[in-house]
């Protein structure tokens, strides 16, 4: 996959794609995690009554950190604080009943211009006069969305981490500050014909980020454009994201077939063990099993939030894992009988996840870590 991303560009010019390669930013879930939790600390610091709403439509960035946000939630030690409430849209909340002891936290994972929170803020007829606090939970803020925030809304505090853009002069992330220009330069040369309004990202994000959900349209459109002409890195589209899905479904078929005790198969009607149904059970379970977060299974899937809820609670009316996620003994003890059969290697490391998904790279750094 990274073979085929360096084809777009000329030999002369492979030196720079691999120097952007090299500075992306990979989030695993343990990362954004970390981050939610900082912001949480800070947070219920103040004894205030919480509000978690969701940045955008069920399916989007925010639902899925929103996901994050309520799981973490589940256990100790923010399992002890139950002065908290979570929403999908701004709607479902009256905030004329919020006070002085009430704080509203809009959840996503990237803030980059700052352009659409601050329009959904105000398309959803947030209140001018209010008594009740604001704030914002993100893994990533760019400093000139938030600088764009604050001139906006004064009393909003954001929670995240802090980045600058990619290509800041100060920063010289590349080195030099030629050296930066020049590619810069070659960055916009290729973006602009991937996405002429937002060559360098969205409103001139110029970030490198990649979440273990998905790739916010912040980042180069180089990395994530996938078109008739341009492979992507890690493509964006939900198109190949299905398509990838359905080959993941074939693979499925082979692991439906491994537990058909598990799945208590109707001997007078073998064929409901390959329905709609046990595929999308069958994915969650596999992801489960690997210690993936439900957000970025319904990524994977391809599909929104509120569908995912609904193969949650079957997987769990089924006795196939409990209301936490935790896989049931015998689940567990089916799949890894099936792992030992198939002589799959039981890895946690990303790049045996990525060469089963074939979807997304990781850098062999991560933030500085390796």
């Given at each position: 996959m990274i073979t085929d991303w360096l084809r777009n560009f000329d030999d002369s010019e492979i030196d720079m794609a691999i120097s952007i390669l090299e500075h992306i930013d990979y989030y695993r879930t343990e990362d954004i995690s970390s981050i939610m939790m900082n912001g949480l600390d800070k947070l219920l610091a103040t004894k205030k009554k919480l509000h978690f709403v969701a940045v955008g439509q069920p399916g989007k960035s925010g639902g899925h950190i929103l996901y994050y946000v309520k799981n973490l939630f589940k256990y100790s030690p923010y399992n002890k604080y139950t002065n908290s409430n979570f929403y999908w849209n701004l709607s479902d909340i009256d905030c004329s009943k919020l006070t002085q002891y009430d704080e509203l936290i809009f959840v996503d994972d990237i803030i980059g211009s700052g352009n659409t929170h601050y329009e959904e803020i105000i398309n959803a007829g947030f209140p001018k006069k209010r008594n009740f606090s604001i704030g914002l939970l993100a893994v990533i803020i760019n400093e000139k969305g938030k600088s764009f925030l604050k001139r906006k809304f004064p009393e909003l505090e954001i929670y995240g981490e802090s980045k600058i853009d990619v290509f800041d002069d100060e920063q010289r992330l590349f080195g030099t500050r030629i050296r930066t220009k020049v590619i810069r330069e070659f960055a916009?040369?290729?973006?602009?014909?991937?996405?002429?309004?937002?060559?360098?990202?969205?409103?001139?994000?110029?970030?490198?980020?990649?979440?273990?959900?998905?790739?916010?349209?912040?980042?180069?459109?180089?990395?994530?454009?996938?078109?008739?002409?341009?492979?992507?890195?890690?493509?964006r589209s939900h198109f190949i994201k299905n398509e990838r899905a359905f080959n993941n479904r074939q693979d499925n078929t082979r692991w439906l077939v491994g537990l058909k005790n598990l799945f208590k198969v109707n001997p007078d009607n073998p064929k409901t063990l390959f329905g709609t149904e046990e595929y999308a059970l069958l994915y969650v379970l596999r992801g489960l099993y690997k210690g993936k977060l439900l957000s970025v299974i319904a990524n994977e899937m391809s599909i929104p939030l509120h569908e995912l809820d609904k193969i949650f609670l079957d997987g769990v009316t089924r006795g196939?894992?409990?209301?936490?996620?935790?896989?049931?003994?015998?689940?567990?003890?089916?799949?890894?009988?099936?792992?030992?059969?198939?002589?799959?290697?039981?890895?946690?490391?990303?790049?045996?996840?990525?060469?089963?998904?074939?979807?997304?790279?990781?850098?062999?750094?991560f933030r500085e870590l390796t």
């Open positions: 916009y040369k290729y973006g602009k014909k991937l996405d002429v309004k937002n060559p360098l990202g969205y409103k001139n994000s110029q970030m490198l980020v990649i979440f273990a959900h998905a790739v916010p349209n912040n980042t180069l459109p180089i990395i994530w454009k996938d078109t008739k002409d341009w492979k992507a890195l890690v493509p196939l894992w409990d209301k936490y996620a935790n896989l049931s003994i015998i689940a567990k003890s089916e799949l890894d009988q099936v792992m030992k059969k198939m002589n799959y290697c039981n890895s946690d490391s990303i790049i045996s996840d990525y060469k089963e998904r074939h979807e997304i790279y990781v850098p062999p750094t």
